[in-house]
């Protein structure tokens, strides 16, 4: 991945190295993943990505990742409830999938403990591109996780809550789901915990023909956590995939979004929101590859900066050649309100086709003082008048969503971050 | 009621006085018009009474209730029952409208020591009063004044005016962008407001509002000083003749 030559080892490469020799004996696999693992930390001895790596420009993995924690065998994490109230939940408890698999029409659920030892995903396990840290390190040390398949034509009633809680320590966890020709179903990947842990989480999602997916990454990791996750999804004929992110805590946090449209027809749809405070560092990375003609994009991302916090987003569309039609937008709006806060955007279009239509933008404000007044001339005091108006700048793209189950659960896990950072 | 005693203002940004010397007293139960041509100080004049931070007070005072308000933010002049209607009501993406009405209402009792509203006594008082200015729930549940027409703008701005029951309403051009029958329930909206505890000052450009919320003062405005006060006769006056003739005796 880093192909600069690294003169000395970082203690978190060292750590990160180390901890392979020790976990290997433990870690599940065929011979083909454990060719794959062996391949991962190869990479990872080449060192961890810098700021010299075009897509690590702004976070600096070598030098933020200041420290690895042990893996933590006596962690204990519980599962918690469900955003939405009678979801379907499937916990990975530090790291570990339930040996309970709830019974849902439709839907077959295996460990992928179970999965890696059986030959069939092996293949799934590849890096993407050439810096692909998360997935190197995630490949290396990925243990458990779940392998969801939702058959063909198959609608999900309930959203199916797929939960990663950690108590410390390291998890790698994977969540794989293959989603059937017409079949539609709500995914909630939860991402929370508590400790300076470690986490590696990667989800990778196949839509077939005509799927609808609406899939809402909430991670609330502490802000002790170091949160490096990637979501890579196939996007087939006509399906429709709704990607909402919302990231509200962490220490180090990178969300890689790793999107590719596979069929003619197909429409990706991504809305984002970044809640940062304190001494915190949140990247939001996207790489969308419209591969083929016909297909559609639009992403949304908002951003609150507060305290010391740090936040990037970078949006990557590559509209291929032969994509002709490609309708892509993008927008990145960020509401900065503290002096010591910072937001880095960086929009990247590359289009070898010539007739498409493609835009983005970016905006940074503070809070709108007509707004403030406004509300304020009402008998809203300025406290609660701001925070209504802060509020207000992300949960316009939640009410996008227009599920109101989906929206009212949102936006109470908007409220809880108010709450303690308001 | 209200007291406005030799008001000097300018634009916080570029230093410019708008109001000079500006002089009105209106009495609880009254109705007062302020009228004046375009560039006149009327809108500025709402703003500062609403305490707009663009505006800064330079010299003179204004009193409620006897009381200077100049050192009283937004928020406090609001919840002492001064109440602004908007000419240009803010759209607000992102804050529903009921849950600003119910913050709004609650805030103003926390203020005054009441309880908050109980969600069956809030939603009775919001569709009586919706009712009241024909105004579809259906609009309530949109972002705070977010795809309005202008008309309706109005009416909301009505609406909270209805709910909050502020003691002294200050109508900023309400008949501007509004036809016939939107007028008539917008005064008629007005004109329950009407009681011998609670003053309505009226802005604006023309006598035709006046013709439905009749008041019982008018006031020229020009260049930020009231030049003519006397009562309804002097807006159809102003209607028949336009301003030059008052600017004129004034000069």
């Given amino acids: 991945m880093n192909m600069h030559t690294t003169p000395q080892r970082t203690l978190a490469e060292t750590a990160l190295i180390d901890a392979f020799g020790e976990r290997l004996s433990l870690l599940p696999g065929d011979g083909a993943v454990m060719l794959k693992r062996d391949d991962a930390i190869e990479a990872i001895k080449g060192g961890l990505p810098t700021r010299r790596i075009e897509s690590w420009h702004y976070t600096d993995l070598r030098r933020l990742l200041t420290s690895v924690p042990d893996f933590d065998p006596a962690a204990v994490a519980k599962a918690i409830a469900p955003i939405v109230e009678d979801s379907s939940v499937l916990p990975v408890l530090n790291g570990v999938s339930s040996a309970k698999l709830p019974d849902i029409e439709g839907v077959a659920v295996q460990r992928l403990s179970e999965k890696l030892t059986d030959g069939s995903i092996a293949p799934g396990l590849d890096p993407y591109g050439t810096d692909d840290a998360i997935g190197a390190l995630n490949t290396a040390f990925v243990a458990d996780g779940y392998f969801v398949d939702i058959a063909d034509g198959a609608e999900l009633e309930k959203p199916l809550e797929l939960q990663n809680l950690q108590a410390g320590g390291q998890t790698h966890v994977r969540l794989a789901v293959r989603v059937g020709a017409g079949a539609k179903a709500v995914i909630v990947e939860r991402q929370a915990g508590e400790g300076a842990a470690l986490v590696s989480s990667v989800s990778q999602l196949v839509l077939g023909e005509g799927a609808e997916v609406t899939w809402l990454i909430v991670q609330e990791q502490p802000d002790t956590a170091t949160h490096l996750a990637q979501f890579k999804a196939h996007l087939g004929k006509n399906s429709k995939l709704t990607l909402f992110v919302m990231n509200a805590g962490g220490k180090l946090v990178r969300q890689e979004v790793v999107v590719r449209t596979t069929g003619e027809g197909a429409d990706f749809t991504l809305r984002g929101i970044n809640l940062l405070a304190g001494d915190t560092h949140t990247d939001v990375t996207m790489v969308l590859d419209h591969g083929v003609p016909h297909t559609a994009s639009t992403e949304v991302i908002r ?77 809203i005091d300025e406290k609660t008048a701001r925070g209504l108006l802060v509020k207000a700048f992300v949960a316009e793209v939640i009410e996008e969503l227009d599920d109101e189950a989906i929206v009212e659960a949102l936006e109470r896990r908007l409220d809880d971050w108010f709450l303690t950072h308001g | 009621m209200l007291e406005i005693k030799n008001l000097h203002a300018r634009i916080v940004d570029d230093g410019t006085e708008i109001i000079r010397g500006l002089n009105l007293t209106v009495r609880a139960g009254e109705v007062a018009a302020i009228m004046g041509p375009n560039g006149s100080g009327k809108s500025t004049l709402s703003y500062i009474l ?4 663009d505006y800064e007070v330079t010299e003179g005072d204004i009193l409620y209730d006897g009381q200077s308000i100049l050192e009283m933010d937004p928020a406090e002049r609001a919840t002492a029952g001064i109440f602004l209607a908007f000419q240009y009501p803010m759209e607000i993406p992102g804050v529903a409208t009921m849950e600003f009405l119910k913050v709004a209402m609650n805030e103003q009792r926390k203020a005054r020591g009441e309880e908050p509203l109980k969600i069956p006594e809030f939603l009775k008082r919001v569709k009586e009063a919706a009712a009241s200015l024909n105004m579809d729930m259906a609009m309530l549940k949109r972002p705070l004044n977010v795809g309005f027409s202008g008309g309706e703008k109005k009416r909301a ?28 329930i917008v005064a008629d909206g007005v004109n329950t407001l009407r009681s011998p505890d609670r003053a309505i000052v009226v802005i604006t450009h023309y006598q035709r509002l006046l013709q439905y919320i009749v008041p019982d003062t008018v006031h020229v405005l020009y260049r930020g000083q009231v030049i003519k006060s006397g009562d309804k006769s002097l807006a159809l006056d102003l209607e028949a003749n336009g301003y030059a003739g008052v600017i004129g005796q004034a000069a």
């Fill in chain 2, 157 to 184: 701005e009505i609406l909270q005016m209805k709910l909050l029951e502020p003691k002294l309403c200050v109508l900023d051009e309400t008949d501007s962008g509004l036809d016939i029958d939107a007028l008539k």
């Fill in chain 2, 50 to 53: 609403a305490g707009r931070e």
């Fill in chain 1, 303 to 379: 951003n609150v900066v507060t305290g010391k916090a740090r936040g990037v987003f970078q949006g990557r569309i590559n509209v291929h050649q032969y994509a002709q039609k490609t309708n892509a937008k993008m927008a990145c709006n960020t509401l900065l309100l503290s002096d010591d806060g910072e937001f880095s955007t960086k929009p990247e279009l590359e289009i070898f086709a010539d007739d498409v239509v493609c835009g983005h933008g970016a905006t940074v404000t503070e809070i709108d003082h007509s707004h403030l007044f406004y509300l304020m001339a009402r008998g």
